[in-house]
């Protein structure tokens, strides 16, 4: 999608969330919303994510991520 020019004008950003650092591991656990243009079609959207990181002599990095977008039964509260 992303290589392949059917995906364009794409834009994700944190609603809100949770991030707990100890040492040189982190967790973010929290809401997203998103929007773009998926084979000439605009979309929208929300969903959960959780992202894992750890520091590294180069700074941070992920090193895990895993996330649900809201469909008919699965929904954010608000």
Known sequence: MLEGGTLVDF???RL???F???GDIAHWFGSYAKEGVQDGTAF???GMKTMQFIRSTDGW???AAA???????LALDG
């Open 11 to 13: 834009h994700e950003w």
């Open 16 to 18: 809100s969330g949770r």
């Open 20 to 22: 707990h650092v100890f």
């Open 44 to 46: 929208t959207g929300r």
């Open 61 to 63: 990095r992920i090193s």
């Open 67 to 73: 996330w649900d977008d809201e469909r008919p039964g």
